[in-house]
């Protein structure tokens, strides 16, 4: 895992970068993640939806995507995609791995372990779910947290679908 000081070694070398960047989200051992303009609350529908199909499905049917002018209320168990405001572009060698910050844990919410690949270039779409009460999401705040670790042998940088996405991203 890569301190505080080795982050900021690599956003000066141009190897690993942030934008916006600002030094209060750069933290002892990974940078916090803050969250973005956009969420896409995921609805409630008895038709499957077959991953494979993506492409021959209306997702309008599935989510419903907001911008987030203030904030945005999780209600209850309520599941969404959010993006953050940070756009990162990853080094070739280096991985990172997204946590919920400790508070908004402890309010009940939770997200899936978020894998960012070496070579990842975007804003990040986090699954997130609420808990047992409403709570309010502010744009900008300090949500998630990304540590990074240096990949070991032979990189292979990411050239996936999600590469360069900006806002929330739907299931491609």
Same mark, same amino acid.
Do not use: C, W
């Given at each position: 895992?890569?301190?505080?000081? !080795?982050?900021?070694?690599?956003? +000066? +070398?141009?190897?690993?970068? $942030?934008?916006?960047?600002?030094?209060?989200?750069?933290?002892?051992?990974?940078?916090?993640?803050?969250?973005? #303009? =956009?969420?896409?609350?995921?609805? #409630?529908?008895? #038709?499957?939806?077959?991953? !494979?199909? /993506?492409? =021959?499905? #209306?997702?309008?049917?599935?989510?419903? $995507?907001? +911008?987030?002018?203030?904030?945005?209320?999780?209600? @209850?168990?309520?599941?969404?995609?959010?993006?953050?405001?940070?756009?990162?572009?990853?080094?070739?060698?280096?991985?990172?791995? $997204? =946590? /919920?910050?400790?508070?908004?844990?402890?309010?009940?919410?939770?997200?899936?372990?978020? $894998?960012?690949?070496?070579?990842?270039?975007?804003?990040?779409? /986090?699954? %997130?779910?609420?808990?047992?009460? @409403?709570?309010? /999401?502010?744009?900008?705040?300090?949500?998630?947290?990304?540590?990074?670790?240096?990949?070991?042998?032979?990189? %292979?940088?990411?050239?996936?679908?999600?590469?360069?996405?900006?806002?929330?991203?739907?299931?491609?």
């Amino acid at each position: 895992m890569l301190s505080g000081r !080795e982050i900021l070694k690599l956003i +000066k +070398k141009g190897e690993l970068a $942030v934008n916006p960047l600002d030094a209060s989200i750069i933290r002892e051992n990974g940078i916090d993640l803050r969250i973005g #303009n =956009e969420v896409a609350v995921l609805i #409630n529908n008895p #038709n499957p939806l077959d991953p !494979e199909k /993506l492409g =021959e499905v #209306n997702l309008e049917e599935y989510f419903k $995507v907001i +911008k987030i002018e203030d904030s945005f209320v999780l209600q @209850p168990y309520m599941k969404i995609l959010v993006t953050t405001l940070e756009y990162i572009k990853m080094p070739i060698n280096v991985g990172g791995l $997204v =946590e /919920l910050r400790s508070t908004f844990a402890r309010l009940g919410l939770s997200i899936p372990p978020t $894998v960012i690949d070496a070579g990842f270039k975007g804003q990040i779409t /986090l699954e %997130v779910h609420g808990g047992a009460f @409403p709570v309010v /999401l502010k744009k900008g705040v300090r949500f998630a947290h990304i540590v990074f670790m240096e990949i070991k042998g032979e990189p %292979v940088p990411y050239r996936g679908r999600y590469q360069e996405q900006r806002g929330v991203t739907l299931p491609r």
